[in-house]
C-alpha cells in the first residue's frame, strides 16, 4: 500500500540488469521448490539451492534471511518487510548482526511469494547464505558522520554488484564477509572481516582503499592484517579480485574448519600472501577488464547524494527534560551538517529481545523515517537502528513516538546495548540459548544512573563457537557450550571490534545459566573498583589482566 | 545403567513443522509421539522413516532420547524441549501456544 508522505531517500535504485537478476531468480526457485514439493528434486540436492536463496531450516520453521544491503533501507521497504512479518510470519522480525533481517516462521511454500513482494522493493535474498561473497555491510553512520573521510556505500554497492551471481566466487572454499568503513573510527568491526575496505587518505590528501584480509570469528579467531596499504580507487576491484583468485586457488576445501580465509593468511603469512595476491593483481591489470572508470564510480555516488540539508539550522540541543537529555547523551551522534544529528534507536530496552521488532514498530519507524529522516533508515551490526539525517529541533518528537514504542532506552554503547545471536531458541546450530542471558544481564543492569556510571561496555554473546554474536570482540564476551546437554557460559574479557580490535581472553570454566549474570556483574564491579580516571572498562581490563576480574567472577560460585 | 529411551523427530517439508513419530505416522505434539524403550525399536522406525522420505512428505528424521519426570516423557537435552514447545522468549509463538506453522 503506498503511503502517501513516503519519502523517496537518495539511495541506490535497481537498474533494468538488477531488477531483470532478481525476478528471473524468483522465478527460478519459484520452480526449484515446486520441484522439491512434487519430489523431482531431493532434499540433498535442494538444501544448497534454498540456502543460496537465503533460506534455512531451523529448529521450529524455515528461517528467511534477507539482504540489508551494507544497512541502508527505505521507507517503503521498511513497511515491506513490516508486511513480510504480518503476513507470512509472526508479526516480527529479527535485525541480525549482519545488518540484514531474518523471519524465524517461514513456510517453503510461501516462500516464492514472499521473494516476489521483496523483488517488488529491489530486495532478495540471494547469496546470504552458501559459500560464496555475503552480503556486504558497512558503517551504519555513512554519509552522515562528522569524522567520515568519505562515504562507504559507493563502494559498498560497487561491491555488491561486482560479487553478485559473480560466476568465479559462487563456489568457494567457504562463505566471505566483506565490510567497508569511510571514517577512522571502525563501526563496522572491519577488522574481523574475510576481507574488508577502509577508506584512508595518503599522505598527498588523496583518497584510496586500504584493504585488509584474514579477519574473523568462528573457532579460530584472527584480526585481519593489511594486504594492501594504499590501493587507488580504480584498481580496487582488479585487487579485490585478486584477493578472492588467491584463496578460492589455495583455501582448504579439505576441511571445513580450516577453510575461511583468515586460516589461508595465518598459514602462509601476511607477507606470502601479500607476494601472491600482486603476482594476481598485475594479471589482472594486464587484461584491463576490472578497472573501475571514474565516471562510473562517480555515477554510482551520484545516487548516494548528500540530501539537502537546511541551512542556518542551530547547534543547540533543545530542551525536553531529563529522560530526553539522558537519551541525547548515549544515542545521538555527531552529524556533518550544521543543526542535524544521528539518531540511534537501541532494539534494547531492557527485558526486549535484542534486535526484534514487531511488524507496528517497523511500520511507526517507517513514518519517523519520513517525516524526520529523508525516508532513510541503517541496520546496524550491533541490531540497532539508526535514522542518520535528523534535525536537532526534531529529536523531542522522535524521542517521544519511540517512547510509545518502547525504542528510547538511553543504552546505546552501555551495558544493557546487547549483541545476542538467536541462540538455541531458533537456531539449529546452537548449544545454549543466547538471547534469555541477554534478557537477564540487560534487567540487572536496567538502572540508568547504574548503565551510566559504567560507562562504555559492550557485551556481546553467541550460543555457539560459530560467533554470530560476536562473543571473541565484546569487551565481555559470553559464549555459550552444551555440557552433556545443558547449558553452560564461558566468559571472555578484552575483547574489541572497533579500530583498536583485539580478541577476548577465556576466563575459565563455564557458569551455569543462573551463575553467569551474577558473575558479569561481579566483574562490573571489579572495574568499577579498579578503573582510572576515564578509562573504559576495556582500558582497566588492558592495564591490570585478567586475575583481579576472575577471582572476583569464580567468588561466590566457588563459596 | 538406566535403558536409553528415544523418540523419532523430523521436519514437515512444507511448512518446517516439528513432527513426531507414531505408529500410524507422524503427529506435532511430542506428547502424542510414540516412545521407543529399546534401541532395535527405535533403530527400525528410523529406517522405516528414512525409507518414507522419498514420499516428500517430512526431512531430516532423527532419534532423540526422552525421559520419564513426574509421569511425563520430556526430552533430555534443551535443544529438543525448546523444539518441543517452541523458543523460550517469545513464549507466544510455538506449540507452547498452541501454534502450528501447518
Known amino acids: ?559 | 545403567m538406566a535403558q536409553t529411551i528415544q523418540m523419532l523427530t523430523a521436519n514437515r517439508l512444507k511448512t518446517g513443522d516439528v513432527l513426531y513419530r507414531h505408529v500410524s505416522g507422524w503427529v506435532l505434539m511430542l506428547a502424542d509421539g510414540e516412545v521407543y524403550l529399546d534401541a532395535a525399536a527405535a533403530d527400525a522406525a528410523l529406517a522405516a522413516a528414512q525409507a518414507e522420505t522419498v514420499q516428500n512428505d517430512f526431512v531430516a528424521p532423527y532419534l532423540f532420547e526422552v525421559r520419564e519426570s513426574a509421569g511425563r516423557i520430556v526430552p533430555v537435552k534443551e535443544r529438543e524441549i525448546i523444539r518441543a514447545a517452541g523458543p523460550t522468549v517469545h513464549p507466544h509463538t510455538g506449540k507452547q501456544a498452541g501454534q502450528y506453522n501447518a
Open chain 1, 1 to 559: 500500500m503506498l503511503n502517501p508522505r513516503q519519502v523517496e531517500p537518495n539511495m541506490y535504485r535497481y537498474d533494468e540488469f538488477d531488477s531483470k537478476f532478481v525476478h528471473e531468480r524468483v522465478t527460478q526457485f519459484a520452480g526449484q521448490v515446486e520441484r522439491r514439493l512434487t519430489g523431482e528434486l531431493t532434499e540433498d540436492q535442494f538444501k544448497p539451492l534454498r540456502l543460496m536463496n537465503g533460506l534455512y531450516l531451523q529448529l521450529h520453521a524455515y528461517m528467511l534471511r534477507v539482504a540489508v544491503p551494507y544497512g541502508t533501507l527505505s521507507s517503503k521497504q521498511l513497511r515491506r518487510l513490516a508486511h513480510i512479518a504480518r503476513t507470512y510470519d509472526k508479526n516480527f522480525g529479527h535485525f541480525t548482526t549482519r545488518q540484514n533481517i531474518q523471519y524465524n516462521w517461514i513456510k517453503l511454500v510461501d516462500v516464492p511469494a514472499i521473494l516476489r513482494e521483496l523483488a517488488e522493493v529491489e530486495m532478495h535474498a540471494i547469496q546470504t547464505s552458501g559459500n560464496c561473497i555475503r552480503n556486504v555491510t558497512a558503517d551504519q553512520f555513512a554519509g552522515a558522520a562528522a569524522d567520515e573521510i568519505e562515504d562507504p556505500r559507493p563502494l559498498a554497492e560497487i561491491i555488491r554488484q561486482w560479487s553478485s551471481l559473480h560466476p568465479e566466487f559462487l563456489f568457494l572454499p567457504r562463505k566471505f564477509k566483506i565490510a567497508v568503513g569511510g571514517s577512522p573510527n571502525d563501526r563496522a568491526a572491519l577488522l574481523y572481516h574475510d576481507m574488508a575496505v577502509e577508506i584512508v587518505r595518503n599522505k598527498e590528501g588523496r583518497t584510496g582503499y586500504k584493504v585488509l584480509v584474514g579477519g574473523g570469528m568462528g573457532r579460530t579467531p584472527y584480526i585481519a592484517q593489511v594486504i594492501g596499504e594504499f590501493v587507488e580507487k580504480d584498481d580496487i576491484l582488479a585487487f579485490m579480485e585478486a584477493v578472492m583468485r588467491v584463496y578460492n586457488e589455495q583455501g582448504r576445501r579439505d576441511n571445513i574448519y580450516k577453510a575461511r580465509i583468515k586460516i589461508l593468511t595465518n598459514a602462509l603469512g601476511i607477507e606470502e600472501m601479500r607476494r601472491q595476491v600482486n603476482i594476481e593483481f598485475a594479471e589482472i591489470k594486464k587484461v584491463g577488464t576490472l578497472q573501475l572508470p571514474q565516471a562510473e564510480l562517480d555515477r554510482i555516488t551520484a545516487y548516494f547524494a548528500v540530501p539537502a540539508f537546511e541551512t542556518g539550522l542551530s547547534d543547540a540541543m533543545p530542551d525536553a527534560g531529563p529522560d530526553f537529555a539522558n537519551w541525547v547523551r548515549t544515542n545521538i551522534t555527531a552529524h556533518k551538517a550544521p543543526g542535524y544529528a544521528i539518531a540511534t534507536i537501541t532494539l534494547k530496552t531492557p527485558g526486549q529481545v535484542p534486535g526484534d521488532a514487531t511488524s507496528e514498530q517497523m511500520d511507526i519507524i517507517a513514518d519517523l523515517m519520513d517525516e524526520f529522516s529523508v525516508g532513510e533508515v541503517r541496520v546496524t551490526h550491533e541490531q540497532n537502528l539508526v535514522l542518520p539525517h535528523v534535525r536537532n529541533k526534531d529529536l523531542p518528537a522522535i524521542f517521544a513516538k519511540l517512547k510509545e514504542l518502547d525504542f528510547a532506552s538511553p543504552n546505546a554503547g552501555l551495558i544493557t546495548d546487547i549483541i545476542a545471536c538467536p541462540g538455541l531458541d531458533y537456531c539449529d546450530l546452537a548449544n545454549a540459548r543466547s538471547i534469555p542471558i541477554a534478557q537477564k544481564i540487560a534487567l540487572k543492569f536496567e538502572d540508568l544512573d547504574r548503565q551510566h556510571k559504567i560507562g562504555e561496555l559492550k557485551i556481546k554473546i553467541s550460543g555457539c563457537i560459530n560467533a554470530c554474536g560476536h562473543h571473541h570482540a565484546g569487551h565481555i564476551g559470553i559464549l555459550g557450550v552444551d555440557k552433556k546437554g545443558v547449558e553452560f557460559y564461558q566468559l571472555l574479557l578484552g575483547g574489541s571490534g572497533a579500530e583498536d580490535a583485539s580478541i577476548g581472553d577465556i576466563m575459565g570454566p563455564g557458569f551455569t545459566e543462573h551463575e553467569i549474570a551474577g558473575a558479569v556483574e561481579r566483574v562490573v564491579e571489579v572495574y568499577l573498583a579498579q578503573r582510572n580516571d576515564g578509562e573504559r572498562f576495556l582500558d582497566t581490563y588492558r592495564r591490570i589482566g585478567m586475575e583481579k576480574f576472575k577471582a572476583a567472577a569464580y567468588e561466590t560460585v566457588a563459596a
